[in-house]
């Protein structure tokens, strides 16, 4: 009997063999970190729900900076804490906000590959992404005024990119965000700046630790009305098709673990490098798992992380990156 079972996989499953065989492999240089700057503290403050991760001062930027470096991680995703919050965010795109002094501070001291979020929902003082429409905290019918907020976000991108940003990912979900952010780079003489559209972004309540660590949970009301519904997928390859239109350069989707099947559909239907945002819930629950002894943190973590790139993300942004990036 044994004879005529002439296919064997597990023949190429010995020791010798596995790595030379294995489809995909996990780099550093895939990863990017996300690190949060908080204008309100003068020393590092931990996040609870994210273990290992602390708000920074901006003061400790080139220092949390040189960490991630060490461990062979190229790229950070920069987060901002404004000392201050109004209606429409301002310090999202002062010249001083948080996020503008880090970046020059990153980008004028080390070789860290810089990404800005460009979004409101930090600085606005009702949380929500964008400015609100008139009555929108009484009428749930309403929410963030698209395209108000449109200049409010080309704004945050030029003030980014003149404090010497090397490229910037538009996270609110306002229709149109790319174009505006593209026209508005290219009229301030950043045409070399490319944009990373979170193009596919789902309102998912895998953001909540992420909404402690930024401060940033929506005073009233949720995201649903500018978040995609988790129920759609051929929707995310229209949102993916409108961002391109609009000069996207590199498209991403989140969260990753939940969504890898619109990660493989972008990455089969798209000519653009895919990103996949590993989001805090994802890094949360493996290290709530963890810690109760239920699950082991660095093993499920790495198997995450290389599902995700075999899905077909080229980059992924993870909370688990200097972690990870250690044993690769
Ligand atoms: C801002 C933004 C969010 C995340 C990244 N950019 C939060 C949100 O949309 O509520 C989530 C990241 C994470 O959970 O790790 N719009």
Not at 101 to 106: E, Y
Not at 173 to 200: C, E, K, Q
Not at 201 to 214: L, N, V
Not at 280 to 306: C, I, N, Q, V
Request: charge should be negative; proline fraction near 5%; glycine fraction near 6%.
């Amino acid at each position: 009997m044994t004879e005529s079972l002439t296919d064997r996989p597990r023949r190429l499953r010995t020791d010798g063999i596995r790595s030379l065989v294995r489809e995909t492999n996990l780099s550093s240089t895939d990863l990017i970190a996300p690190v949060f700057v908080d204008a309100t503290t003068d020393e590092r403050k931990a996040i609870p729900s994210m273990p290992g991760h602390d708000r920074v001062p901006v003061s400790e930027t080139v220092a949390r900076v040189e960490e991630i470096l060490e461990t062979g991680v190229e790229a950070i995703m920069l987060f901002g804490i404004p000392g201050q919050k109004d209606a429409v965010g301002s310090q999202a795109y002062a010249t001083d906000g948080v996020v503008q002094r880090a970046i020059r501070r990153a980008t004028d001291e080390t070789d860290v590959y810089v990404i800005g979020d460009v979004c409101l929902c930090e600085y606005t003082d009702h949380g929500h992404c964008g400015v609100l429409e008139d009555n929108a905290r009484a009428d749930p019918t309403q929410t963030v005024d698209n395209d108000e907020t449109l200049d409010l976000l080309a704004r945050t991108a030029v003030a980014q990119a003149e404090a010497g940003v090397d490229m910037v990912a538009p996270s609110s979900m306002t229709d149109g965000m790319v174009g505006a952010i593209r026209t508005a780079l290219d009229g301030a003489g950043h045409s070399d700046v490319p944009v990373m559209s979170y193009a596919a972004k789902y309102e998912s309540a895998f953001y909540g630790p992420f909404r402690d660590a930024a401060d940033g949970a929506p005073a009233f009301g949720n995201r649903r009305h500018y978040q995609m519904d988790p129920a759609n997928s051929t929707e995310a390859l229209r949102e993916v098709q409108l961002d391109i239109e609009q000069g996207a350069d590199v498209i991403m989707v989140k969260p990753a673990l939940p969504y890898l099947d619109i990660v493989r559909e972008v990455r089969q239907e798209i000519d653009r490098p895919v990103a996949a945002y590993n989001v805090s819930g994802e890094y949360a629950m493996l290290h709530a798992a963890a810690e109760k002894g239920w699950l082991e943190l660095e093993p499920t973590a790495l198997e995450s992380l290389t599902s995700i790139k075999r899905a077909g993300a080229d980059l992924i942004l993870t909370y688990f990156a200097e972690d990870i990036a250690q044993h690769l």
